[in-house]
């Protein structure tokens, strides 16, 4: 037992420089205002309250949330019906479809999300292929679509694979006794498959979840700085306004929402695991 805390001992001290330390040093900024740095500086709560009573602010987190939202819902609808085909094939298909769904995420999520704006620009693909369905003129770039259309596609593999890992350790054998206890596949879907599944569904959500709701390259590359989500006024303030007190209160606030996002999950996950059992 020793041997092994002292072999995780520099894992320890690493985690603490790279997670805890620049967590403390955010949170410190946000609790204080003027001076310069640590040298002089007083404690206050002015950012915080700058943040929630500025109805801007406030209308921005919300549409980040919003956002977020629904991105994770349209995940959830385009991928349990993938996870689901890929997971009813032998290993040999099953290998082959994950490994498809995988190579997209090879490529760097900034050079995928570019690749959008050729896409949905005006005579990109999609324009054109809306005017020969005799749509005259659609703004695609630079709207609330094209950034729900690039948060959806880079973050559906996420939910994908969670679903397809959770179909796959799910015991066949309970399908077989639905089936010969009379239930037809849409039932045997709804009572054994679907619950069964939750797990992975609650696990994707995570994942789709909380960078959705912090994305900022993403609406920045398809809004065209027309449609600011929270992640964007966090940059904003940290490298152009250069008000990191600010710029870290709502970092702050942000990882709350997430941490608390996080525990509603787990529990929700920890209660479908024990109904399960």
């Known amino acids: 037992m020793k041997r092994f805390s002292q072999l995780a001992f520099p894992y320890i001290v690493w985690s603490i420089l790279l997670l805890l330390l620049p967590m403390i040093i955010v949170f410190f900024y946000s609790?204080?205002?003027?001076?310069?740095?640590?040298i002089s500086f007083e404690f206050t709560l002015k950012n915080y309250?700058?943040?929630?009573?500025?109805?801007?602010?406030?209308i921005v987190l919300w549409r980040s949330v919003k956002i977020a939202v629904k991105t994770t819902i349209i995940c959830i609808l385009l991928a349990y019906p993938v996870a689901y085909f890929i997971a009813g094939n032998n290993d040999r298909v099953r290998n082959m479809l994950v490994f498809a769904i995988t190579i997209p995420t090879w490529i760097n999520m900034l050079v995928r999300t570019y690749a959008w704006i050729g896409i949905l620009t005006e005579g990109g693909i999609v324009s054109k292929f809306l005017k020969m369905l005799g749509f005259a003129h659609t703004e695609l770039l630079y709207t609330e679509s094209a950034v729900l259309i690039g948060m959806v596609y880079?973050?559906?593999?996420f939910m994908i694979l969670q679903i397809v890992s959770s179909l796959c350790k799910m015991d066949r054998s309970l399908l077989d006794a639905s089936s010969d206890l009379g239930a037809n596949g849409v039932q045997t879907f709804l009572r054994v498959t679907f619950p069964?599944?939750?797990?992975?569904?609650?696990?994707?959500?995570?994942?789709?979840?909380?960078?959705?709701?912090?994305?900022?390259?993403i609406p920045k590359l398809l809004g065209g700085g027309q449609y600011f989500l929270i992640g964007n006024?966090?940059?904003?303030?940290?490298?152009?306004?250069?008000?990191?007190?600010?710029?870290?209160a709502i970092s702050v606030i942000m990882a709350i929402l997430m941490m608390l996002s996080m525990y509603c999950v787990r529990r929700l996950e920890s209660k479908n695991s024990q109904e399960s059992d």
């Open 31 to 38: 609790i204080t205002t003027g001076g310069n740095g640590i």
């Open 233 to 248: 006024v966090i940059e904003n303030q940290f490298i152009t306004v250069g008000e990191w007190n600010f710029g870290s």
């Open 49 to 58: 309250i700058k943040f929630f009573t500025d109805p801007d602010f406030v």
């Open 154 to 157: 880079n973050f559906l593999p």
């Open 196 to 217: 069964l599944s939750l797990p992975g569904v609650v696990s994707g959500i995570s994942l789709v979840f909380l960078p959705a709701v912090s994305s900022f390259f």
